[in-house]
């Protein structure tokens, strides 16, 4: 018998990963299992130091901002939520770096049973039906891979 | 909240799309869902007519097994397996097409809200990640899409 105990929810804020919120909180409720919700920021991958340097407070702002509208505090609000409605094991991960490959560290490190994610991310290119975060995921990921549109 | 009524799973007989159908099981029983079992015939699609009047014999075997290695009659076992792992209501639904876009009918047509399908199908080439059929579901299904491993 395929168990479902620990699902990862990547988050970035767009549309797509908030339907992916709710379906993940509706799968680990119903599979009485633990939730990671795991938001990576990105956006200095090709910010150079010396740029940080000079434009600080607007560097400051979108790092506060996870560069995807996601904040620390957000990522708090959602663990909140999904303790309040009755899972049990809420864990948050933020991670700097390339998105795809950080949520599929992160999906080994804990070992996780299935990955949820959003089928388009905020960055995402309207032409495409599948945003490049949610196509790396779906084809490099271990564990099964569920996306939502 | 996200709702899992009715679910489908896609079959095909490879490895992938067994471990599929235990996640599928596993995911329809937890939601107290319904299970569709759908196999798509593809073979015919390339053979003409003239050469399956000349070959009766032999097109009709490949046809009995779907190309896929996956008889009516299999399709019926995981049905009656599904029943008396306790799924209530359980569907079979054999069409014969291109594979993608049949299993993207078939989730339209009966509403699902989720398509379980294995990474990689029995035809496909083992340099790729992800089979060209689950590639396509992933990309062009209107609901949630499991990709199993």
């Not at 990862?8 to 908030?18: H, K, N, P, T």
């Not at 609000?77 to 948050?92: L, M, P, R």
């Not at 299935?114 to 905020?122: A, D, E, F, P, T």
């Amino acid at each position: 018998m395929h168990m479902i105990s620990k699902v990862l929810i990547a988050m970035d804020g767009s549309e797509s990963s908030l339907r992916a919120y709710e379906y993940a909180s509706f799968l680990t409720k119903r599979c009485d299992a633990a939730l990671i919700i795991v938001n990576v920021c990105d956006v200095f991958e090709k910010i150079t130091d010396k740029i940080k340097q000079e434009f600080g407070d607007i560097a400051k702002k979108i790092e506060a901002e996870g560069g995807t509208g996601i904040t620390m505090q957000l990522l708090d609000d959602y663990k909140s939520q999904a303790e309040n409605s009755g899972i049990k094991q809420v864990k948050t991960i933020r991670r700097e770096g390339n998105a795809a490959a950080e949520i599929l560290h992160i999906a080994d490190e804990e070992n996780v049973d299935n990955i949820i994610i959003g089928s388009k991310g905020i960055k995402s290119d309207k032409e495409f039906l599948l945003g490049s975060v949610s196509y790396k995921v779906t084809h490099y990921a271990k564990c099964p891979v569920t996306v939502v549109r």
